[in-house]
């Protein structure tokens, strides 16, 4: 029986502390809200977020630019394309046979 009233006594004190962190949040939540209502200026400007669009968006075109010439490449060399395939993958295979 002391066991369980131990365990009882440490729940109490757990619950004491959690109401006493969760007051200090509440208290600091409160803070921060007349902080960002005081602050307009930080509220209209734009996030990292929208700063990092443009040049994803300009990363995302980059690749479709070099295909057309890739594509171009691989009809003029056809063969120095299919060794260029070809060669890599017996390299691979053969390193897989061995693993």
Same mark, same amino acid.
């Given at each position: 029986m002391t066991g369980a009233a131990n365990v009882h006594t440490e729940l109490d004190a757990l619950r004491t502390d959690l109401h006493k962190t969760?007051?200090?949040?509440?208290?600091?939540?409160?803070?921060? #809200? +007349?902080? #960002?209502?005081?602050? $307009?200026?930080?509220?209209?400007?734009?996030?990292?977020?929208?700063?990092?669009?443009?040049?994803?968006r300009e990363l995302g075109k980059m690749?479709?630019?070099?295909?057309? #010439? +890739?594509? $171009?490449?691989?009809?003029?060399h056809q063969l120095a394309s299919a060794l260029a395939a070809f060669v890599p993958g017996v390299a691979v295979g053969r390193l897989m046979r061995r693993a």
């Open positions: 969760s007051g200090s949040m509440q208290a600091a939540t409160a803070k921060e #809200r +007349i902080l #960002r209502k005081g602050n $307009d200026q930080a509220a209209t400007a734009p996030g990292p977020k929208a700063e990092l669009e443009e040049p994803l690749p479709s630019g070099h295909t057309g #010439r +890739i594509d $171009d490449f691989v009809k003029e």
